[in-house]
């Protein structure tokens, strides 16, 4: 008799977690691993006593599943995924529901979709963020696909995943299709350039600065009491704080490369597919890309030499210029990141709830801060806002920051320390906010060397004119010519 109320492939850290989340909300959990022996391993070990069932084939897992059933798939992206598939189907029938709990590039799960709704069944691809702690106590979760699966699975994600102070569940429905990978993509290229951000406002205090761990430790834990309180920010304060039993400060024993997997890149790329300014992103992700020529680096610090100078200003003003522009560029980031939500959302004909998103990321995930409540507030006052800077709130956020931001980074640039996303994400602000850019050059230099018209300020828009400015090229445009 079938009594599991849900299936889990993929027994990894994530996996274990998330079924010892469910088992200890009421569900009976039925779970299957690749690597048969890992299946005994965990129910004779963290599973003991407990209410799972423990399959060793895809077919003893759906026969031990309640009607419609719900498998989830907690598989590494890309192939496994489509493979996990192919051998559910056959043991699966119409009004099943198939979950994709990994890091899928959320064009894949658009075509899965498509395919699995094709042979009668449900299909949901899930953003599950909040690492190895968070998938025990409760992650944040981004459920998208076949809007009929959420009524089926909206029971055991809200049950399991993380709540606001308020009670609110972490995980709502996010939209059609790919729509809740997409969001999680998203998410962790705000997670990326939150992280770039720190690493910046880091190396200031430690450069520019002077400042030891334990001195910078007081100051993340300051921050982390005020409008910085923040996962990330809490993180940092314990890492900065940490030494191993040889009385060691671990975070100067690692190497300064990072690694990725390839989400943030993921998101630069749909920037420039949707034609979205995520330059703070954007500039993360090239920063781990620097980061990782460690070796060229080291060359490169022995031959060239900057011409800057040490910082001899009030040392107390730019830690708190720091904490200003740290907040400041946070905001930038968000208000790009839903930037390319909105345009995303176009393009794919998903319909957001923007409000709800900022619900979901405020416990559990990696990002999770104090400050997304008003990121919330601000799509209760306008569902239809467009970009964050136009809130009231993150407006006067931003501005009443912008001397401080702006004295962060001539400290930087003096000084000689890179601060990519600090920097970049004043200039989108100071972009964003100028009226007339200099792109009625750009456009006249297109035009001059391949004919690619331009439109005029004492015309209407949508009107296109090109000049012959040589007096050679003809009237042809690159708009006309048809070969």
Known sequence: MATADIGLIGLAVMGENLVLNMESRGFTVAVFNRTVSKVDEFVNGRGQGRKFIGCHSIAELAASLKRPRKVMLLVKAGQAVDDFIALLLPHLEPGDVIIDGGNSHYPDTI?????????????????????????????????????????????????????????????????????????????????????????????MLRDGLGFANAEMHDIFAEWNRGELDSYLIEITRDILGYRDADG????????????????????????????????????????????????????????????TAPFTGDRRQLVDDLRQALYAAKIISYAQGYQLMRAAAVSHGWTLNYGGIALMWRGGCIIRSAFLGKIKEAFDRDPGLVNLLLDPFFMEAVTSRQAAWRRVVVAAAQTGIPTPCISAALAYFDGYRTARLPANLLQAQRDYFGAHTYERTDRPRGQFFHTNWTGRGGDTTANTYLA
């Open 248 to 307: 060691h400060a671990v975070v100067d024993l690692i190497v300064d490369a990072a690694g990725q997997k390839g989400t943030g890149k993921w998101t630069a790329m749909a920037a420039l597919d949707e034609g979205m300014p995520l330059t703070l992103i954007g500039e993360a992700v090239f920063a781990r890309c620097l980061s990782a020529i460690k070796d060229e680096r080291v060359h490169a610090a022995g031959l060239i030499k900057g011409d």
């Open 111 to 203: 075509r899965r979709a498509k395919e699995v709704e094709g042979r009668g069944l449900l299909y949901v691809g899930t953003g599950v963020s909040g690492g190895e702690e968070g998938a025990l106590r409760g992650p944040s979760l981004m459920p998208g696909g076949s809007p009929a699966a959420w009524p089926l699975i909206k029971p055991i994600f809200q049950a399991i995943c993380a709540k606001t102070p308020q009670g609110e569940p972490c995980c709502d429905w996010v939209g059609e299709g790919g729509a809740g990978h997409f969001v999680k993509m998203v998410h962790n290229g705000i997670e990326y350039g939150d992280m770039q951000l720190i690493g910046e406002v880091y190396q």
